[in-house]
T-cell receptor, first 117, second 110 residues
Framework: GAVVSQHPSWVICKSGTSVKIECRSLDFQATTMFWYRQFPKQSLMLMATSNEGSKATYEQGVEKDKFLINHASLTLSTLTVTSAHPEDSSFYIC?????????????FGSGTQLSVL | GQNIDQPTEMTATEGAIVQINCTYQTSGFNGLFWYQQHAGEAPTFLSYNVLDGLEEKGRFSSFLSRSKGYSYLLLKELQMKDSASYLCAVNSYNTDKLIFGTGTRLQVFP
């Protein structure tokens, strides 16, 4: 099956710093990638939809200036958590879908556990 | 908008059968997915239903009724390793996004 690589797997940072998370589709071109956040014992909450070559579409309540998304190529999307605070500590997961569009299963990255001190 | 409901927690015994239900409301339905997620790991794909009926895949089966906005995941011959969260997710033509339910935490006891 398709492979999506996400790194880092975990990161610990100080409050106020920025953290970049990368998501790569290794064996297919992903025109659309999705970024999810998951707090302990809760389900995945969609943060934003990342489209190659255009601006990301953010879900209601997600600050676009705080969570910067760049989808510069068909195989790479990045999420930058700017000026991180302890409440941003969470499990961030990316997923990718191929060029054929809806109805296909999403392939998930392995996730990034962010801990902000 | 979309609304997806599943039970929060379930328990079962090793070797038994368990059914996890999912009800949903959405416009432009374009498929329902079931994912398994172990703690601290990313979800893994289990099944996909877009037409009514039962899809069987080994010990796991998934059923869909579009008219009722209802699906279930059936796990047979439960094993201890099946203890995990099971996420129901719905795709919509209108939004072209996959939205997840709250997930069902299944605990399998010996």
């Amino acid at each position: 099956g398709a492979v999506v690589s996400q790194h880092p797997s975990w990161v610990i940072c100080k409050s106020g710093t920025s953290v970049k998370i990368e998501c790569r589709s290794l064996d297919f071109q992903a025109t659309t990638m999705f970024w999810y956040r998951q707090f302990p014992k809760q389900s995945l909450m969609l943060m934003a939809t990342s489209n190659e070559g255009s601006k990301a579409t953010y879900e209601q309540g997600v600050e676009k200036d705080k969570f910067l998304i760049n989808h510069a190529s068909l195989t790479l999307s990045t999420l930058t958590v700017t000026s991180a605070h302890p409440e941003d500590s969470s499990f961030y997961i990316c997923s990718a879908r191929g060029a054929a569009g809806g109805g296909e299963k999403l392939f998930f990255g392995s996730g990034t556990q962010l801990s902000v001190l | 908008g979309q609304n997806i409901d599943q039970p929060t927690e379930m328990t079962a015994t090793e070797g038994a059968i368990v059914q996890i239900n999912c009800t949903y409301q959405t416009s432009g339905f374009n498929g329902l997915f079931w994912y398994q997620q172990h703690a601290g790991e990313a979800p893994t794909f289990l099944s996909y239903n877009v037409l009514d009926g039962l899809e069987e895949k080994g010990r796991f089966s998934s059923f869909l009724s579009r008219s009722k906005g209802y699906s279930y995941l059936l796990l047979k011959e439960l094993q201890m390793k099946d203890s995990a969260s099971y996420l129901c997710a719905v795709n919509s033509y209108n939004t072209d996004k996959l939205i997840f339910g709250t997930g069902t935490r299944l605990q399998v006891f010996p």
